[in-house]
């Protein structure tokens, strides 16, 4: 059987590696991006990363460059959409689509933490929309949430599980369109003790990390929270809860201290100084080490 064709809509930091997962994986693949010199790098970007990882570079032979949309989608089987996180630009780039594509083909978006249904829910046909949230970067973190809205059919979902697995990604399913899907839900309930740790002078940002790093982050990648909690017994997560979720941060907003970063313009590495102070050499450390250890737990390391 032949394999499904992708269309990638958006080929900046995500699309690219999105394109490249699935011409890695022998689908045909079309790719189109608004920016013609964003559109007219996109081979080379993908040849650097498959040399880079020591993947094969024939890849990039199944990767056909689109200047526009209607010829992007005409004969895609699945569509995927990764411009810009705005919900205007993504609305209208789908109604195009819509306009464009195959009554049948799936339609997916790569928001961040837009909802889904805002995207679609302007669509004819929103039984065929749902949510892909791959991870940066695509070819390297294998998790993608598979998000279904109110209106998503199952049979749709099915298929985008199934897509993804035989990619070698690990799809899951989020079954309701909530703000953060899962992960960054997860994610940000972290970053927020994270920082309220500091802003209430309980330790420094160098320690906060270090605490993660050096004790449940080293077991994280194979030990989620919730084996977590069967391993040392529900009885004690509850124990513990009793006595710790009264004192951890539950405010519903940004805390006032990430506020004020950034209103004084410390937005991070990008102008040196954010909860912590940043060299050009210490930030190309920190990225490289990151790359190498993604690298590490796909097995190349
Ligand atoms: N960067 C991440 O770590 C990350 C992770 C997960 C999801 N996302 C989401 O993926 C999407 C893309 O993010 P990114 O980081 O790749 O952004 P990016 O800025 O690198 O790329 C977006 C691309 O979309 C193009 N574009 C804008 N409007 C377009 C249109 N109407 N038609 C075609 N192309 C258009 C732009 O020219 C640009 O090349 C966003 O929704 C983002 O929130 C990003």
């Known amino acids: 059987m032949t394999k499904p064709r992708i269309a990638v809509i958006g080929a900046g930091l995500m699309g690219h590696g999105i394109a490249q997962v699935f011409g890695l994986a022998g689908h045909d693949v079309t790719v189109t991006d608004t920016h013609a010199l964003t559109l007219a790098s996109v081979k080379d970007r993908i040849l650097a990363n498959l040399k880079a990882l020591n993947d094969d570079v024939k890849a990039v032979e199944r990767i056909r460059i689109c200047p526009g949309l209607a010829e992007a989608v005409a004969d895609a089987d699945f569509i995927v959409e990764a411009v810009r996180e705005d919900l205007g630009v993504k609305q209208q780039l789908f109604a195009e689509i819509e306009r464009a594509a195959r009554p049948d083909v799936i339609l997916a978006s790569n928001t961040s933490v837009i909802p889904i249904t805002a995207i679609m ?27 279904a809205t109110e209106w998503t059919a199952p049979a749709a979902i099915d298929f985008t599980l199934k897509l993804l697995a ?5 799809p899951v399913h989020v079954k309701k369109d909530v703000p953060g899907f899962v992960g960054n839900r997860l994610q940000h309930a972290l970053w927020r003790e994270a920082i ?3 802003e209430n002078d309980i330790c420094d940002a160098a320690t906060v990390d270090t605490v993660i790093k050096a004790a449940f982050g080293r ?16 009885d004690l997560t509850l124990a513990i809860h009793r006595t710790v979720l009264p004192a951890i941060d539950a405010r519903p907003g940004p805390s006032p201290y990430l506020e004020k970063l950034v209103a ?5 590495m990008k102008t040196g100084e954010g909860f912590r102070t940043w060299t050009p050499e210490q930030q190309a450390e ?3 080490l990151v790359l190498r250890h993604l690298k590490a737990a796909r097995g190349d390391g």
């Open 196 to 198: 309220s740790l500091i």
């Open 166 to 170: 035989e990619v070698g990604k690990t």
């Open 286 to 288: 920190l990225r490289a």
């Open 264 to 268: 004084q313009g410390k937005l991070g």
């Open 121 to 147: 829910g302007g669509l004819d046909n929103r039984a065929r929309a749902l949510g892909t949230h791959w991870w940066n970067p695509p070819y390297l973190v294998p998790l993608v949430e598979v998000i």
């Open 219 to 234: 077991r994280l990648a194979v030990l989620g929270p919730l084996e977590n909690a069967d391993l040392v017994g529900t």
